[in-house]
């Protein structure tokens, strides 16, 4: 995967535009997340593809080079497996029983999003990637190369996260912190880019399946434990998140349940 994902980005722009994103999708080579010509972009190629299950797919998969399809095909299998592993771990840990974790999650949606951070003369002027937390449940993140970027905000401080060999890093999304009615907080993150070197790196996501509802898991809920997220349907949600634009935690703050009234 991280071969594969360095050669598609290494491509000559006119090969990677063959896949270009048609506005008004959201798979495909090109940002996202842009709303307005005034907004200022962010640093970065995306190349963004639904990829299970299979009917979620665009012709767009179809349509990449043999090489790169298998290894995202092999690599989509895998990473689903972990998620599910860990989502599970994250649910047993709060009560939350395996069955309903599986019920919304095991047929969810997973999408990648590849990253191309080109070095940037000027760092300070730009952002890699806007502060966001994710709207999956769970993100696996593979560092392609070792160039730094991924930061974390943690009691207001942008915190650098340094690539461990071999590792992912794992993260948690909106869909999670609302699964688990707030007991695990989802994370803001952005990247920064370097005035050197380019960095890749490849986010996995794992979010509800699109016909499901998402609100927290009825096994958290109890009278001393009311919810503190509404419900929603998983593909308004995602449409929601889809059509605005990346600001930190801004989205799932819309879900929350703030006045009595709400319920
Ligand atoms: O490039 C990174 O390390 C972060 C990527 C990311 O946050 C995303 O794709 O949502
Ligand atoms: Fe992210």
Redesign the pocket.
């Known amino acids: 995967m991280k071969h594969e994902s360095q050669a598609f980005f290494d491509l000559a722009l006119e090969e990677k535009n063959k896949f270009e994103r048609s506005p008004g999708d959201t798979d495909g080579f090109g940002q996202l997340f842009v709303v307005s010509d005034e907004q200022k972009l962010d640093w970065a190629d995306i190349f963004y593809l639904k990829t299970a299950p299979p009917y979620l797919r665009m012709p767009i998969f179809f349509k990449l080079p043999r090489s790169l399809r298998e290894a995202i095909e092999e690599y989509a299998e895998e990473i689903k497996e972990l998620t599910m592993k860990v989502l599970k771990m994250l649910g047993k840990a709060v009560g939350i029983k395996a069955e309903e974790v599986d019920n919304l999650f095991d047929k969810g949606m997973q999408s990648m999003?590849m990253?191309y951070y080109p070095p940037c003369p000027q760092p300070e002027l730009v952002m890699g990637?806007s502060p966001h937390s994710?709207a999956s449940a769970l993100?696996i993140?593979l560092q392609v190369n070792d160039t730094e970027?991924?930061q974390i905000r943690k009691n207001g401080i942008w915190i650098p996260i340094v690539p461990l060999p071999n590792a992912f890093i794992v993260n948690i999304g909106d869909a999670f912190e609302i699964f688990s009615n707030g007991i695990y907080r989802s994370i803001e993150?952005r990247?920064v880019v370097s005035s050197e070197k380019e960095r890749i790196?490849v986010?996995t996501f794992q979010s509800p399946r699109l016909d499901g509802e998402l609100g927290p898991a009825s096994t958290v809920v109890t009278a001393d434990n009311p919810p503190t997220f509404r419900k929603i349907g998983a593909a308004e949600f995602y449409r929601g998140f889809l059509t605005r634009e990346l600001v930190g935690k801004s989205y799932v703050d819309t879900m929350r349940i703030t006045t009595t009234e709400d319920v």
């Open positions: 999003r990253n990637l994710d993100t993140l970027g991924l993150h990247s790196s986010a």
